[in-house]
């Protein structure tokens, strides 16, 4: 008896806004876009979607967008997307004959 499993591939997209103070003769502040994706999560039924994952990836790319000192200071989340596609994995895990290698007439033991 098979089950029917439906299986999802989620990927989180967001992009944030950075600033940082620039001293010098005439102080201004200079603004930047980041943009950041995550690895994917496959989800199914006993497996899933993994929240704190998905936070340690986010915090790591921020934290290595600044790892040169470059002084910016996250200001705004501006855009946060979850994409949510159907997965259809290359393969499934299907029951096997059992082999009995003690009176086995075949070369597969």
Request: aromatic share 8%; charged share 15%; glycine share 4%.
């Amino acid at each position: 008896m098979y089950v029917l499993q439906i299986y999802m591939r989620v990927v989180a997209r967001t992009s944030a806004q950075f600033s940082r103070d620039v001293e010098g003769p005439l102080p201004e502040t200079h603004c930047i876009s980041g943009h950041f994706a995550s690895y994917p999560q496959h989800v199914a039924s006993g497996h899933d979607f993994d929240t704190d994952q998905l936070t340690d990836e986010l915090n790591s790319a921020v934290e290595n967008f600044n790892t040169r000192g470059s002084g910016f200071v996250i200001d705004d989340v501006s855009d946060f997307t979850l994409v949510i596609t159907q997965h259809r994995p290359l393969s499934t895990v299907h029951p096997h004959p059992t082999l009995n290698c003690q009176k086995a007439s075949h070369n597969l033991c």
